[in-house]
């Protein structure tokens, strides 16, 4: 975690534990210190209220106790552009994008890195449960110690650049350490709820809070036989695997028993689903991906034997990542996988270190 010597620091302060404790650590490190809390979402919430006013409440009240200053960085216009309206495209297109990743590789480790160097910081650091280490004369991207709470997933893209001019200070502790660091320091943040749904947008009503952004246009729910049996909303509000929301009662002539979206058709705004959490329609064992990116900024030599991620809380699953070309990629899982969704990312592991990732354009 140490920074060198003197070298100034910009850490980005959210306003929650993680953060906190990371401005903490680095405060009784002695090396020159600032927090810049990150405004990325103007839009208020259902009840009028704006999620960022009461966080920047918190992030000032953690700097006063530990004596350090805080200012505000304006990047929503950034995250509008580089991130939502995104997110917004992919859902409009049937795929399931990663807010946490893209705000990652827009936001946080690029525009807010920006902004703090022009503040003069020598480095930035974050809250994230990540570690970095130096081998053979590249940066390594590790998990955090703490496995459980690890987000090096979504922190696949960041390079070497960014990698030497990030510090993660609790990279190295688990959450319950982490709060108890901060109650111990009487952070008011110690008991702070962790944030939890959008980035940067906080928890709503997924649906609903869509709707506001792309309208519904509502549709036919099929069995893969073609039959209709309920209809649906919008395509955009659901993603393979789905359960909830279907909204479909007993079915003549079928089971009782839940159904799952499996497939959509966008142009014909279907939502395909079956019966069974592990219906065969709903499993893949091979994927192609791109929009690669490889942390050391190197192309691994193909084929390589690793394991990878297709969501954040899955288990490391065990396959074989081969580089098609410059930024496209296949990946054949030793075991079949559920609800592989285009969109989603993957990300590839050798151990501790994540390798880099990429985002999953089909499954097979």
């Known amino acids: 975690m140490s920074a060198c010597a003197r070298e100034r620091v910009v850490v980005a302060l959210s306003g929650g534990v993680d953060s906190s404790v990371a401005a903490l650590l680095l405060a009784r490190a002695g090396n020159p210190l600032e927090a ?36 505000t960085v304006d990047l929503s216009r950034q995250y509008w552009d580089d991130v939502f309206a995104h997110c917004l495209h992919e859902y409009a297109h049937g795929r399931t994008p990663n807010p946490d990743v893209l705000c990652n590789r827009e936001v946080k480790f690029d525009a807010f890195l920006a ?42 893209t960041l390079g070497q650049a960014q990698l030497e001019a990030t510090l993660f200070p609790i990279g190295e502790l688990d959450k319950r350490a982490v709060r108890s660091l901060a109650r111990e320091a009487g952070l008011a943040t110690h008991a702070k709820k962790d944030s939890t ?26 069995s893969l036989d073609e039959r209709v049996i309920g209809t649906h909303p919008g395509a955009a509000y659901f993603t393979l695997g789905q ?31 079956v019966q069974g959490h592990d219906h065969p329609a709903l499993m893949s064992t091979r994927l192609v991906a791109g929009q690669l990116s490889w942390v050391s900024g190197l192309t691994p030599a193909a ?29 054949a899982f030793d075991r079949p996988q559920r609800a592989v969704t285009p969109g989603q990312s993957v990300v590839f592991y050798a151990g501790e270190v994540c390798l880099g990732g990429g985002v999953i354009r089909a499954r097979h």
């Open 36 to 71: 810049l809390f990150m405004k990325n979402w103007n839009e208020p919430l259902a009840d009028g209220s704006c999620r960022w006013e009461s966080d920047v409440a918190d992030a000032l009240a953690v700097c006063e106790r530990i004596g350090i200053d805080l200012d």
């Open 115 to 156: 902004a703090a160097r022009r503040r003069g910081a020598d480095r930035i650091a974050t809250g994230h449960y990540a570690r970095r280490d130096r081998c053979a004369d590249r940066w390594r991207l590790l998990r955090g110690r703490d496995l459980a709470k690890d987000q090096s997933y979504f922190l696949y």
């Open 197 to 222: 749904g959008i980035c940067f947008i906080g928890e709503q009503r997924f649906r609903d809070f869509l709707a506001r952004f792309l309208p519904t246009r509502p549709g036919e729910i099929r």
């Open 303 to 331: 084929p390589l034997r690793c394991t990878a991620k297709t969501r954040y809380r899955q288990a490391d699953q065990d396959c074989r990542l081969t580089v098609i070309e410059a930024d496209l990629c296949e990946v």
């Open 243 to 273: 359960r909830e929301g279907l909204g479909i009662g007993g079915v003549r002539g079928a089971a009782e028993a839940p159904w799952f979206v499996v497939d959509k058709d966008v142009d014909a705004n279907v939502l395909y689903v």
